[in-house]
């Protein structure tokens, strides 16, 4: 397993191994994409299969930019789920189901098969990377970010330096407790973050409102069937001045905005940033999870910390793996 990075190299190579999609990027050393390849993501084919197509991936991307292998400085890689980095193992990931529990060493063999230093890292850590080094954490040395999708990832970053630890496991926010009561969350635990603020949480609380007999535009608008109702229909109806929708935004804001305000009472950052889907739903989400910080957070610690959105979308996983590549190349240097 190669982790010393090329310092010759003059390009770097950042993949998103989504759930839907393998996403490959080479980009230059200053963080610019220069071409992206995509290859659907074969979720229930063992590691290799997967480690043949990124291999194929990169090799289009380099061939297209008619840039050989030994001018790339490594491999970044951003995936959901459970990992070693230092062995380029991993142990659980929700989008294949079918790997190997003992790890299955796609990091490992991606470095032989390519020859290049290749560093893995958990999807919502490289999103924050790519955050910090080029969206809505620019120049912030104490940043918190939280990604709302299906899950919540989290991500610390303090002094300029994203926090790893053991297993690259440090800052799983989405399962601090928010309320004790609450729903039974993936983790086991009852009331996590994100057992109140994914996805899935923010539709049932909808579709529990729909179903009491509440009117809504959303219950025309899916004719019943429930499973059409998306946290982007119900933040349109919210603007549209539905009163439910708008409802089932101000309380997702309030839950949110209690687990932002521990985390902000705690770790004191400059910027939260907010990501995933849902964040794009603009004030109609972040008027409620402002209000709620200023209502509980410590005071100092909340005057002097901006809550905002992600800045770079669909694109922060790609540009935060290459942004991982930057990183080590500038330790390894040093
Ligand atoms: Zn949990």
Known sequence: MNLNTNRSGRYAVGIDLGGTNIRVALSNLEGRIL????????????????????????????????????????????????????????????????????????????????????????????????????????????MVMITVGTGIGGAIVMDGKLMLGPQGSIGEIGHHTIDPHGPRCGCGNFGCMEALCNIRSIVERCVAKIQAGRPSQIREQVGGDWEKITPALIDE?????????????????????????????????????????????????????????????VKLQASHCRIVPAELGDEAGMRGAVALVMERLREQSA
């Open 237 to 297: 109806a919210a603007d549209d001045g539905d009163a439910l929708a708008r409802e089932v935004m101000e309380e997702t804001g309030m839950w949110i905005g209690i687990g932002v305000s521990n985390m902000i009472n705690i770790l004191n950052p400059e910027v939260f940033v907010i990501g995933g889907g849902v964040s794009q739903a603009g004030d109609t989400l972040f008027d409620p999870i402002r209000r709620t910080v200023a209502a509980r957070a």
């Open 35 to 142: 071409h992206e390849v995509r290859r659907p993501t074969p979720s229930l084919e063992p590691g290799r299969a997967t480690v043949a197509r990124i291999v194929n991936a990169i090799d289009e991307a380099l061939e297209r930019e008619k840039i050989t292998r030994d001018e790339v400085v490594g491999i970044g890689m951003g995936i959901p789920g459970i990992m070693d980095p230092d062995l380029g193992l991993i142990y659980w990931s929700p989008n294949f189901p079918e790997w190997s529990e003992q790890g299955e060493p796609v990091g490992k063999d991606l470095s032989e098969e390519t020859g290049l230093a290749t560093f893995i890292i958990n999807d919502a850590r490289c999103a924050a990377l790519g955050e910090l080094h080029y969206g809505a954490g620019r120049g912030a040395r104490y």
